[in-house]
Nanobody, 122 residues
Framework: QVQLVESGGGLVQPGGSLRLSCTTSGPAFRNYNMGWFRQTSGKEREFVAAIAWTGRLTRYPDSVKGRFTISKDNAKNTVYLQMNSLKPEDTAVYYC???????????????WGQGTQVTVSS
């Protein structure tokens, strides 16, 4: 069983930055494909970023490309989401997940964290 715990959310002004962390308990973190998704009330969970198990491939939707960066630290069993130039529309609960493949499809992810709230507001 893989457990994931997100942290780093909070309130930030537009244009500001936050770094989210997701630490996993699984024994083979270096082999995990990881993803970040976000969700607001009444909407489907939306893809934000993915990183392949090698750490060499990343993928983003156009809405965050150039502003968000996903990375993973195998020594710490942790994946990060650096978020810069934040906008009010980035406000959501952010979730990390472990997937079977390097994918932007939430159905390809099997294990999820509990989520961390990010609020972008002045």
């Amino acid at each position: 069983q893989v457990q994931l715990v997100e942290s780093g959310g909070g309130l930030v002004q537009p244009g500001g930055s936050l770094r989210l962390s997701c630490t996993t308990s699984g024994p083979a973190f270096r082999n995990y494909n990881m993803g970040w998704f976000r969700q607001t009330s009444g909407k489907e969970r939306e893809f934000v970023a993915a990183i392949a198990w090698t750490g060499r491939l990343t993928r983003y939707p156009d809405s965050v490309k150039g502003r968000f960066t996903i990375s993973k630290d195998n020594a710490k069993n942790t994946v990060y989401l650096q978020m810069n130039s934040l906008k009010p529309e980035d406000t959501a609960v952010y979730y990390c997940a472990v997937g079977d493949s390097f994918s932007s499809n939430r159905n390809d992810y099997n294990y999820w964290g509990q989520g961390t709230q990010v609020t972008v507001s002045s």
